[in-house]
């Protein structure tokens, strides 16, 4: 009972809170409905990034990767921090001064209307297949083992989880589509804090059980036995070899920080290009700290339960909550999964629900129609997205590597294009909109047919960059003998949106990237991960130099680049 009620209360306060913060805004204009009348400040853009990224798809997923291997999947949440510094440094203020809402939008201002509906279809496409089902999946599986649901009624596990995804679901859905992006964000901002709370208690109380009823004896028993599993440093083998953090890992990454819609819309609705910086770098710093939240689980079910444990990894995390937390501490963290879940789902929806009606049904259907009629006709289309996500979400089960790889594959299928396309729209003055558009539906053919037809040795995500830098080259190729004049970017931005850039921007991005290289450093056979497979000391020595050179080369030169585009 204690866990029903706890849960109830926190989901309830939320709501609440949620419902006050919002009841005055206008939410028939686009600007209000779809960019929160920029009003967001830093805070609560980091809230909102960080709940929106955190589902229980990652809980589940990136725990279950962890336990089953060791903590190379950590890279994922890690190696974000430069492609963060990118967007605040050259994107953000383009995208500001611009006054552009979608991604889309920005890429017809270069290319045409063609490749503003090509990549809307293929940003759908992500959040229908990927994004959505996979929040509401993940969530399934953890609300069902905290509340052991299957067990109470006497239900199969599969019949659970299709009762769950449609209650989150719905649930989700009234959030996204009445509440508009400022409530999505508010709700956020709030289920953060929960997530902040509980993910350390987890983490301090998993310790503690660890070491049998001992914080310090804990943590000596992690730091010293079975350390292979706390090498981030992984090998083919492993959950995420560590090549690929410098091959197809910072494509996916500058795709999914710097030109997902999901994403990149509630920097859009910042009050100004300094609250929008500040909440995307405060952003990097707790995404470093993720790895004791989502990813540390793993190393400590490992030394609870020992491996193979269970017959599906991805239930280890919230066994772990059911059987080491009290009953109202149980229930509150679900409640926090429930608000990942939430968070994750209605913020998908509701940029799915922007690109539907600003890219694609505004330009051919609703041209002379309001905003308040453009919104309420993509509120039914919203539905219609909600309920497919909700019918494709529980066949997740059946896919044999795991729900976190699902994702990641679904993800990068169509990430990697957009962001070839995006990266030849802001670089490129010659690449013509049939060039792009061509190598960007190539693309596509090809690296779906190698992930799920061809199947090569070579991992997955070398194979993304490989095509990556292939397409480029063939799209400049073109360019160069079939030229394209590239239009100007407009630079009025939105009225009242101050483009002055953040003062702490420059000295916040190094402190960043320090610590990514610190981490690695630690959780390495340099630091406390003694191993007996073979990895040397050149491993730890190879990342430190590769990234210090990120640091003192790449990153003057973006922020130079930028102080430049301010002055112009």
């Known amino acids: ?18 419902y006050l913060r919002t009841r005055n805004d206008n939410l028939d204009s686009a600007k209000g409905y779809f960019l929160a009348g920029n009003s967001l400040n830093g805070w609560v853009i980091a809230g909102s990034l960080m709940l929106t990224n955190l589902s229980a798809a990652n809980f589940t997923g990136m725990t279950a990767n962890v336990y089953g291997s060791n903590l190379s999947p950590i890279a994922w949440t890690v190696t974000v921090v430069p492609p963060l510094i990118y967007f605040c440094a050259v994107l953000l203020p383009t995208f500001l001064k611009g006054g552009f809402t979608t991604i889309p939008e920005f890429l017809e201002n270069r290319f045409g209307k063609s490749t503003r509906r090509l990549v809307a279809v293929m940003f759908l496409s992500v959040y229908i297949l990927s994004s959505m089902p996979a929040a509401l999946y993940g969530g399934a599986i953890a609300i069902n083992l905290l509340f052991d649901i299957s067990g109470s009624f006497g239900m199969s596990n599969e019949v659970v989880i299709w009762i769950v995804v449609w209650s989150l679901g719905i649930i989700g859905s009234i959030y996204a589509l009445f509440g508009g992006l400022k409530g999505v964000a508010v709700s956020d901002t709030l289920n953060g804090i929960g997530l902040l709370i509980g993910g350390a208690f987890v983490f301090v109380v998993g310790i503690y059980e660890v070491g049998d009823k001992d914080f310090f004896t804990g943590v000596s028993a992690i730091l010293t036995k079975n350390t292979q599993i706390l090498d981030a440093v992984g090998d083919v083998t492993d959950g995420v070899p560590f090549s690929i953090l410098f091959t197809g890992m910072i494509i996916h990454n500058l795709f999914f920080w710097s030109t997902n819609q999901f994403i990149v819309q509630r920097t859009l609705g910042a009050r ?3 609250e929008g910086q500040k909440g995307v770098m405060l952003t990097a710093l707790f995404k470093i700290l993720n790895i004791f939240y989502i990813a540390f689980p793993g190393v400590i079910v490992f030394h609870l339960y020992g491996g193979n444990y269970f017959e599906n990894n991805d239930w280890a995390y919230p066994t772990l909550i059911r059987d080491i937390m009290p ?7 679900a409640a926090v999964i429930f608000g990942a879940v939430l968070s994750t789902f209605n913020s998908v929806l509701n940029s799915a629900v922007t690109i539907l009606a600003l890219d694609i049904y505004k330009p051919l259907f609703g041209k002379n129609l309001s905003d308040h009629e453009i919104i309420q006709r993509s509120k039914r289309f919203g539905i219609i997205m909600a309920i497919a996500t909700m019918v494709i979400a529980p066949f997740i089960m059946y896919f044999p590597e795991g729900l976190f790889t699902f994702m990641v594959k679904v993800d990068s299928l169509f990430g990697a294009p957009i962001f070839m396309v995006m990266l030849l729209a802001y670089f490129s003055n010659r690449v013509s909109p049939f060039v792009v558009n061509l190598c960007l539906a190539l693309f596509v053919l090809m690296y779906g047919s190698v992930m799920f037809w061809i199947k090569p040795e070579l ?15 063939l799209a400049l190729i073109l360019g160069y003998f079939f030229p394209h004049a590239k239009p100007e970017l407009p630079t009025s931005g939105p009225e009242g949106v101050d483009i002055t850039p953040w003062k702490h921007f420059s000295w916040i991005s190094i402190l960043a990237t320090i610590i990514m290289v610190g981490t690695y450093i630690f959780f390495s056979p340099l630091g406390v991960a003694k191993s007996d497979s ?3 000391i050149e491993y730890g020595i190879i990342l430190t130099g590769l990234i210090f050179a990120f640091l003192f080369f790449m990153g003057p030169l973006l922020w130079r680049k930028y102080r430049v585009r301010e002055s112009v």
């Open 1 to 18: 009972m204690g866990t029903i009620l706890s849960f109830l209360f926190f989901t309830g306060l939320v709501g609440f809170i949620t």
């Open 272 to 274: 100004s290009l300094k």
């Open 327 to 333: 009953p109202m501490f149980v229930g509150f963290f």
């Open 459 to 473: 991992h997955f995500m070398h194979c993304m960059a490989v095509l990556f830098v292939c397409f480029t080259v």
């Open 534 to 536: 073979g990895k040397t």
